[in-house]
C-alpha cells in the first residue's frame, strides 16, 4: 500500500513570491507520481506527473516537481506565484504493479493562498 | 461543454434517507470512478469501472452501491444514509484503467446527512 503525506496545510505567499509544496510518499513498489489542482467549487485537475526518465518535469503554467526516490519526495514548485495560482493542490501518487495497481492515493491537500 | 458532469451539486437529507449521485463523462472514456472527499479533504477512491465493469472495489459499507448503465455513466445510490457519509462525493473518469491516464474529476456533490 502507499501513503502520502503533505507536510503542509497552508502555505500563504505573495504575488511574485516563490512557493514550494512539499509531498513525501511512502510505498513497497515503484509509484508514478502526480499534483493536482482543484480550484474552488470545482473538481480536481492534472497538473503535472512523473512516469519515467528526467526527474524534473514541468506544467505549461509554470509548475514544476522533482522526482527524488532517495527521499521519496515530489516537491511542487513555482519561481513566481499569481493571483491566479490560489488554490488547492494535491500531491498523489499510483503504484506500477501489486494489488495497488491502477489506484491513486491523495495527499490531505495544500491550500495555496497567493496574497497581492 | 462539461466533460464529467455530476449532479446534484448539493445534496442534503436525514439520516436513513436513500439517495443516489449521477455522473455522466462526455469524454468517450472507458473507466469511471467515485471518490470521497472527507471532512479533512482525503481524498479515498471508492470504486471503478471499466467498460461498465466493477474493477477497484474498496472497503467501503455495501449501502454503497455503483451502478453503470453504459460506460459513459457511473451513478451512486447510498441506502441508509449516516452521519458518517457526509462529505464530497467526486465522479472522475479516464481514458485507460491504468496507472499512467490521468483522471478528469468532476466538480463534487457535497452531500450532508442530518
Known amino acids: 500500500a502507499q501513503s502520502v503525506t503533505q507536510l503542509d496545510s497552508q502555505v500563504p505567499v505573495f504575488e511574485e513570491a516563490p512557493v514550494e509544496l512539499r509531498c513525501n510518499y511512502s510505498?513497497?513498489?515503484?509509484?508514478?507520481l502526480f499534483w493536482y489542482v482543484q480550484y474552488p467549487n470545482q473538481g480536481l485537475q492534472l497538473l503535472l506527473k512523473?512516469?519515467?526518465?528526467?526527474?524534473l518535469v514541468e506544467s505549461i503554467n509554470g509548475f514544476e516537481a522533482e522526482f527524488n526516490k532517495s527521499q521519496t519526495s515530489f516537491h511542487l514548485r513555482k519561481p513566481s506565484v499569481h493571483i491566479s495560482d490560489t488554490a488547492e493542490y494535491f500531491c498523489a501518487v499510483s503504484a506500477t504493479g501489486g494489488t495497488s495497481y491502477g489506484k491513486l492515493t491523495f495527499g490531505q491537500g495544500t491550500i495555496l493562498t497567493v496574497h497581492p | 461543454d462539461t466533460a464529467v458532469s455530476q449532479t446534484p451539486k448539493y445534496l442534503v437529507t436525514q439520516m436513513g434517507n436513500d439517495k443516489s449521485i449521477k455522473c455522466e463523462q462526455n469524454?468517450?472514456?472507458?473507466?469511471m470512478y467515485w471518490y470521497k472527499q472527507d471532512s479533512k479533504k482525503f481524498l479515498k477512491i471508492m470504486f471503478s469501472?471499466?467498460?461498465?465493469?466493477?474493477?477497484i472495489n474498496e472497503t467501503v459499507p455495501n449501502r454503497f452501491s455503483p451502478k453503470s448503465p453504459d460506460k459513459a455513466h457511473l451513478n451512486l445510490h447510498i441506502n441508509s444514509l449516516e452521519l458518517g457519509d457526509s462529505a464530497v462525493y467526486f465522479c472522475?473518469?479516464?481514458?485507460?484503467?491504468?496507472?499512467?491516464?490521468?483522471?478528469?474529476f468532476g466538480n463534487g456533490t457535497r452531500l450532508t446527512v442530518t
Open positions: 469524454l468517450g472514456h472507458d473507466t
Open positions: 512523473y512516469l519515467s526518465g528526467s526527474t
Open positions: 510505498s513497497s513498489v515503484s509509484v508514478y
Open positions: 472522475a473518469s479516464s481514458q485507460a484503467s491504468g496507472w499512467n491516464s490521468p483522471l478528469h
Open positions: 469501472y471499466n467498460n461498465k465493469e466493477l474493477i
